[in-house]
């Protein structure tokens, strides 16, 4: 994980991201073998975002980050929707994942099993609450979690 260069390209991101309407759901340094990296940027607004409006925000963000230059190395600027089974990662992810259904998967079995559906409800800190369909409450420490994300309906 590219810790330093998500970091570093948030200062720029964030605020303008935020002064078009959107909500920053986070971003994602990714080293490519042969065609450079990718800084992959992820919003949403209430509905959804389509093409036109990753484009909106590609090109408003194209310049500035040109201008402040927070990652050394050469990288293809992506903007996206957050997609479909995304992992929430970062503590703003966290709390944008909130109120959505997400799938647990645990390192190791609790009451028989490693995986787990339910509502966020809460994030904080080292750990989260999930309510199952069958209104269960459970509680997960993070760094006992091999992943959650946010589940699909099929």
């Keep these: 994980m590219a810790l330093k260069e998500e970091r570093n390209s948030e200062a720029v991101i964030i605020p303008i991201v935020e002064s ?9 340094f990714v080293k490519k073998s042969e065609n450079g990296s990718e800084l992959i940027v992820s919003i949403d607004k209430p509905g959804g975002v389509d093409l036109e409006d990753c484009e909106l925000v590609s090109k ?9 230059d927070p990652i050394e190395e ?3 600027l992506v903007v996206s929707s957050p997609g479909l089974g995304r ?3 970062t503590e703003r992810e966290w709390l944008w994942g909130n109120g959505k259904k997400v799938d647990v998967k645990l390192f190791a079995k609790t009451d028989g099993k490693k995986d787990f559906v339910g509502k966020l409800v809460y994030s904080g800190g080292d750990s989260f609450k999930i309510v199952s369909d069958d209104g269960e409450t459970r509680e997960f420490l993070k760094n006992k979690t091999a992943s959650v994300r946010l589940h699909i309906d099929f």
């Design 20 to 28: 078009l309407g959107y909500t920053y759901v986070g971003t994602e």
């Design 60 to 68: 408003a963000l194209d310049e500035p980050l040109d201008k402040a």
């Design 74 to 76: 050469a990288y293809v």
């Design 87 to 89: 992992t929430l990662r």
